[in-house]
């Protein structure tokens, strides 16, 4: 029965929801009063108001009217933090993450699968998530793009997507690309070695520009033949290939590079390549082993999206401790912790907790963290990642100090718009559950005549 | 001597398959003048006829309304007691098609030999080339109204290419109306290590693929008119088998297997600008409604309602899904048809005649009106492959598909007393209330079960048959499963099955026949095909 409970519960928190969607007006005011205001921005505010004017967040500061019509939200002294953004996932995916069918496939998009009917859109709004970055698996030296998402729960699969932000490219480096773990899954595959992977992409950036090229010789002479005014045959244009279109849009930076790697040698080798060919590489995703190379990291501006303490699980992910994300942090290094996992996810503000107990990291170090450092490896610090006046209204309410071991998340909010209410999810349950119990003795009955 | 040995008994079958022919087609070479008399007329083509004659003559329909006058040389039919309709059709399935074997050989495919087929690329496959009529088949339709029906395989991701039957000729050159008419695209992608292996990889494989096709027409087309001075393309099979789609002359069918497949095949048919059919495997198309009607897509709606895997229901457990499956899907075309989006009745998913009609009833229970249910089996499938001036309604001219029912034919227990295909006469008889044939075997015991394909393993089944009541357990490689509710008929038998693996709930339909201590038949797994599987009784 208890699934179903759980699902009358998911459904009618979903109409609430919808309908109070449904009244708000485009520009409804909310203003959420008397919490302990987790700014990012700036400092703390106790006893701090948020007023949000439709989408977004108009004013933040102590003892805020609220404007004629407003919803006014007590907080009741509670911790309200920026919405939660997880840079590194995998959910509201549909079908396999990898296609391991080719070893190069930036033609593939994770665009083109985007699940809403993912449950655990729904499990992120619980754990305070408000936007997740969503990419092809790491069996490829150059996967999948990838893109950002808020967690606007309920919606259709164009609706999901984080407008604006920048698309990415997936790559990963090591183990997981070699197909080091993945013995008797099928053929051997080209690369066998770290050496290999790398080469397998240099090789591809050559390919694109010889591609490139013929595409700008093609443009030239059918100029020419425009310009003959018929005297010039029109040429036949080159073949489009999407996977080498994929390839130059990373050249062109059009594509943020978001590489999986976990040994320190092999990430100063990709910075180098990137370096050499023009390409925004913009993050190391799990880099355990980016504590041994904080100068450089800094150097080319390469951030780490990183667990505060998993590792272990496989032989190049042995030489770490919990204190890589705090040293990296300490030396300048644009740090996020993110999740990897549908699980963890719902517990980040906890991984960031570690980061002070094991780092010893300032509070605030730490919730940037989960928030701006992660919006800004996503390319959408401009929107969210700090409560201030001008951004989304994303925000995550919990009973206690986001790092507190024993805190809960209470209630998320994406747009201004409230999609997860921990109170009122429950009372709905145990309506649900009450009904279900109230029909039960009826059917007994009408079973037994 | 020895060659006359050899020849008896060749010579025995060839002989022995045209004494079958000719009986099933002696009926209606000599009968080509039929006429129905005094039978209440739904032509659908205007209001019923409440008592009329119809005149069929040499495969068509010569004459129909109230006061038609009776030619001599007709054989006549009374229809005093009895109802004509337009003949049923399935708009897509795929029951008909006998493919060639599949036996993936691993080894072969872990050495990287793998082919196109392997990869569920098979745009030349032809169902024309491998649909198997035959009388048997042909009764089992007739026997609920369907006298027409488009054949597509539907394994792979360029799956292959349709075709139109009429159910009256077991020799496919004769029953065929219409080859080649539509190209199965499908979203499921093959298992292995070849290149596309995942949903994402799938679409960016038809991205350009279909857009290589179109390349491919143009460059060829460019080279056979100018020749001097352009290099010439090379040729594919391939290519040249999508480009008539890929270039939009013809439709593709998109099988989708959810909502998202319905949006995702939306985006794909506008940004590559096909023609298009959406197949709705998994029952969900109500959830796009509006997108279905922005678009003015045409939908082939399945009756199988089985709330798919992505369904948030499914995600919540057995005792949800079903209840959607009992509450919400059975909706889905009645939905369809209040919103006023064209659709044709599917037969995709259900696993043989009487399980889409029963589907189909399912639909009606659910609020789809009857006419509206009518409409999408006769009118709406000749309308949208073209043949709407040949089939669909009973007028003068058109082709004489029909059925002859006793009382309704969209009705819980059907009465179709003859049915008609290309002018010819199918005479059905009337099955005792609640009997099916004895059955003739008995399971009960151990059998060994190899299933082949795709989905290749070896299963124990422990039978346990009662009358013709068929229980058992099954040992697979994800666990023990057990089912209830099978049947056995003669030596036909049939069970459905729900397996659970990897946290997804499969449905599996098992039907056969036995012949000894061995068994042949077929598994039906949802969306994702059929598969042959044999047995063989574990001795003891």
Known sequence: MKPRIAAIGICAALLVLSLCGGLTAAEKAVLLKNGQVITVSGGPIPGGDILVQGTKIVKVGKG????????VIDLGGRWVMPGIIDSHSHIALEGDVNETGALLTPEVDCKDVINPQDINI??????????????????????????SLKMRWGKGPEELVFAGAPLTSKWALGENPKRSNM????????????????????????????????????????????????????????????????????????????CHGYQSEEMLSIMRLCKEYGVKLVCFEHGLESYRITNELVEYGV?????????????????????AAALCAKRGVLVALSSDDAERMRHLFNDAAKTVR????????????????????????????????????????????????????????VDGKVYFDRAKYLEERKKAEEEEKKKEPEKKDGGEV | ?????????????????????????????????WAVKDARIITLAGPPIEKGNLVIRDGLIEAVGASIPIPKDAEVIDGAKLTVYPGLMDGLGQSLLKLPEEKTDMTRIYSGEFTDKDRGITPGLAAFDHVNLGKAAFEKYHKLGFVAGHVMPDRGVFTGRSALFSFSDPDKNKALLLKDVCLGIGFSPSNFLVYPNSLMGVHAYLKQALNDAVYFDQATS????????????????????LAGYATAAKPVIFLCRNQNDIRRSLSLAAELKLDYFIADLGGESFEVIPELKKAKTRVLCTVAFKAPGSSLYAQQGKAEKERAEKEIYPKNPARLAEAGIPFAFSSLGTDDPKAFAEGIQKAIDAGLPKEKALEALTKTPAAFFGLDRALGTIEPGKIANLVLVEGELLAKETKVRFAFADGGR????????????????????????TIEGGMAMKLTVDFAQEEAALSGKMTTPFGMFEFTGGSVSGKDFSFEMNVSVGGQDIDLFFSGSVEGDRMTGSVVQGGAGTAEFTARRIPG
């Open chain 2, 222 to 241: 460019r080279w056979l008119k100018e020749m001097k001075g352009l290099t010439r393309p090379d040729h594919s099979p391939n290519l040249e088998a």
């Open chain 2, 1 to 33: 001597m020895p060659h006359r040995t050899r020849f008896r008994p060749l010579l025995f079958s060839l002989s022995f398959i045209f004494l079958v022919s000719l009986s099933l087609r002696s009926e209606q070479d000599l009968h080509r003048v």
């Open chain 1, 122 to 147: 729904f499990y992120a709004l619980t754990g305070g998530v408000t936007a997740v970055h969503t990419m092809h698996g790491s069996a490829n030296p150059i996967g999948g793009k990838g893109i």
């Open chain 1, 64 to 71: 805020l009217s609220a404007p004629p019509g407003a919803e």
């Open chain 1, 303 to 323: 951030a780490v999206s990183t667990f505060a303490d998993f590792w272990g699980y496989k032989w190049e992910a042995y030489n770490t401790m919990p204190q």
């Open chain 1, 183 to 258: 013995s008797g899954m099928g053929p051997s595959r080209y690369p066998r070695t770290r050496m290999g992977v790398e080469e397998s992409i240099r090789d591809e950036f050559e390919k694109a520009r010889e591609y490139m090229k013929k595409w700008a010789e093609y443009e030239k002479t059918a100029k020419a033949a425009r310009d003959s005014k018929g005297k010039v045959p029109t040429p036949l244009p080159p073949k489009k290939d999407y996977r080498l279109e994929g390839i130059t849009d990373i050249l062109n930076g059009k594509l943020w590079v978001r």
């Open chain 2, 426 to 449: 199918f005479e059905l008889k009337e099955a005792k209330p609640g009997e099916g044939e004895k059955p003739t075997v008995n399971l009960t015991g151990k059998w060994e079960m």
């Open chain 1, 358 to 413: 094991f780092g010893g990291v300032t509070e605030d170090a730490a919730v940037r963290m989960l928030t701006i450092n992660p919006a800004k490896i996503m390319g959408v610090d401009r929107w969210v990642g700090t409560i201030e006046p001008g951004k989304d209204a994303d925000l995550a309410v919990f009973n206690r100090h986001p790092l507190d071991p024993f805190t809960v998340c209470e209630m998320t909010m």
